[in-house]
């Protein structure tokens, strides 16, 4: 809760430092959409999707001067984020005009960090106005944040499958850097074609082929031209396909 109140002490600080006079109320309200309570997070896989909206309730506009901290919290703690040099405890929306009434969306997808500990978490989203020119204050702070509950939980090492040409497939490092690996328990000989796509589905022209024989095999594709992201691959046995994703770092 300290480490609450500190972020937004720093945040009115910004516009305390503009001057006392002339200041302006607004009334911003945060719906959070997703993650919602009960949500599961594969560490290293599943990357933490915030789909918010952000809603001006209000009688004054919140016009394209203004800006808006917009903070993610995990246990409280605002997540990092880099400014130039600087790392700062929120991403700055600006140039965004929202009049009384009216609401706009706001999301990101944030790889939470792979040493993060197993476990329950509570994500927040907490909005707070600013202007360093002209000063600006939320007349009402109990609508400025929204929270989930979530489980940060890990990958099986080995995914178990109902499939007539493999019994199971491990997918490594995961996030992967320069190489990923894909470890196959082949019940039978047959043809193995792995393909990997991007987030929106374009394929990356990363393919590999392969014709393997009856046991364990594993198959590595180079990862280093791969730009950091969210991927899915496609893994085709004969007539049969399982998909998964893994991450680039």
Do not use: W
């Not at 002339?22 to 009960?38: F, I, Q």
């Not at 393919?207 to 009856?214: D, F, K, T």
């Amino acid at each position: 809760m300290k480490k609450l109140y500190t972020l937004i002490l720093f945040i009115l600080a910004l516009n305390i430092s503009a001057g006392a006079q002339g200041s302006r109320y607004v009334d911003l309200a945060l719906s959070l959409h997703t993650p919602v309570t009960g949500d599961t997070i594969i560490r290293g896989v599943d990357m933490l999707n915030i789909n918010s909206e952000i809603l001006n309730v209000g009688m004054s506009p919140f016009v394209p001067i203004d800006s808006i901290a917009y903070a993610i919290l995990i246990d409280g703690t605002p997540l990092q984020f880099v400014v130039g040099s600087k790392l700062v405890p929120y991403k700055t929306i600006t140039d965004t005009l929202i009049n009384p009434g009216d609401s706009m969306a706001y999301n990101m997808a944030i790889a939470l960090d792979t040493t993060l500990p197993f476990g329950t978490y509570d994500v927040c989203v907490q909005v707070t106005p600013f202007n360093g020119s002209v000063p600006i204050s939320d007349s009402v702070l109990t609508n400025n944040k929204s929270c989930a509950t979530i489980v940060v939980s890990k990958r099986p090492t080995a995914v178990p499958l109902i499939n007539a040409n493999i019994s199971s497939i491990n997918v490594y490092p995961n996030p992967a850097v320069d190489n990923v690996n894909f470890e196959l328990e082949m019940l039978r000989s047959n043809d193995v074609v792995i393909k990997v796509y991007d987030i929106t589905g374009r394929f990356t022209g990363l393919q590999q082929n392969n014709h393997l024989m009856q046991g364990k095999h594993t198959m590595q594709l180079n990862t280093v031209n791969l730009h950091t992201g969210l991927y899915m691959y496609q893994l085709s046995i004969g007539a049969e396909t399982v998909n998964g994703r893994f991450i680039k770092n």
